[in-house]
């Protein structure tokens, strides 16, 4: 999939539109390009096509009807929610798979990581720890506010922690796996061979200039 050079797609190529392209051919790595063409097809496709139907929706909902048990406002919120997250850390998931083997985290990002999480080995046990147990997604962050990397994982699209800009990201919802892995386990060490540290290096840069601008003293 194309990456800009921040890591992350621009502000144009962050709308819908480029949530349509098709699966590039280069990430068919380990993994197997009918693995991820069926992965793409069956939910960051979908999830595109009721985006649109949910925001059509959203146009038309009765706002007086408004509810906190139910309304059709709330459950169109929730849904909308939902979609949007899938197809972002979808996005995310198959940007950061490599065709070859696992290229190599820049000065940077390891010097962040050794720092954080005593070694590159030490966090991979962790984040292996993490795909374990998590029922929808782990990832590698970088938090905003607090200028700090951790590892999340969630239980579906909708959880997570606002002021974080996911850095590396790892579906282990069953559909992404259960059909060419014997085991979830075999899956994620797979993955694990297949990082493409160039893209989640240069979205920490990303997080970095931005976590510095927001914190720019007033005035200035
Ligand atoms: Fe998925």
Redesign the pocket.
Known sequence: MPVSNSGYNNSNDRGLSNMEKEIPQEIHCGFSKELLDE?YA???AVHQNKIKEIEARLLKADTAMANTTYCPLRSLKIEHTQALN?VK??KY?FENITQGAATQPSLEMLGLMERIFGSLQEWEKKFFALAMCARGWVMLGFDLEEGRLRNYFSDSHAEGVWSVLPLLVL?V?E??YYTAFPSRSDYVKEFLKHVNWAVVSKRLNTAINMYKVKFCPQGE
Do not use: V
Request: glycine residues 0%; negative net charge.
């Open positions: 992965h069956h939910y960051p899938s850390l979808h998931f579906d919802y559909h992404a």
